[in-house]
């Protein structure tokens, strides 16, 4: 963790300011991987994948208990941990991207960054979904 605020955030930076692609993706289970992780945040995009078993995202000063088949996009610059349920063994997916690094070749897209900067300043947003919500996806 590094100092790079003086908002109240400085101490809950993940430092990892650059990833070394614009997409990193990662699996995580149990016993391998220990939850809890602390509150952080960091200025790239992650999305959560639940494969089996529970894990707890607290973001947006909400708690989300995902289990399989659940997705949780998580903003840059939102503070949020990572936990399980005792006794739960779980597996997880974990998708980061810097869209700073995702050149997007038409001109008549809009401009990924401001959408999801405007994306954190509104409460009401979506950004956990449950397994139930993609049945009907083609």
Not at 68 to 95: A, L, R, T
Not at 127 to 137: G, L, R, V
Request: charged share 25%.
């Amino acid at each position: 963790m590094q100092r790079v605020r003086g908002d109240g955030m400085e101490q809950l930076f993940e430092y990892s300011d650059v990833l070394k692609t614009p997409v990193e993706a990662g699996y995580f289970s149990y016993p391998e991987c220990q939850l809890p992780f602390p509150s952080h945040w960091h200025y790239f995009i992650e999305m959560i994948y639940v494969f089996s078993g529970k894990v707890v995202v607290t973001c947006k000063d909400e708690k989300f208990e995902l289990s399989e088949g659940d997705f949780i996009f998580i903003p840059p610059e939102v503070i949020h941990s990572f936990s399980s349920v005792p006794g739960n063994e779980y597996k997880f997916g974990v998708i980061k991207y810097d869209i700073n690094k995702i050149h997007l070749s038409s001109v008549c897209l809009p401009k990924l960054g401001v959408l999801l900067r405007d994306s954190t300043l509104q409460k009401d947003l979506p950004i956990a979904f449950h397994e139930s919500q993609f049945k009907d996806i083609d």
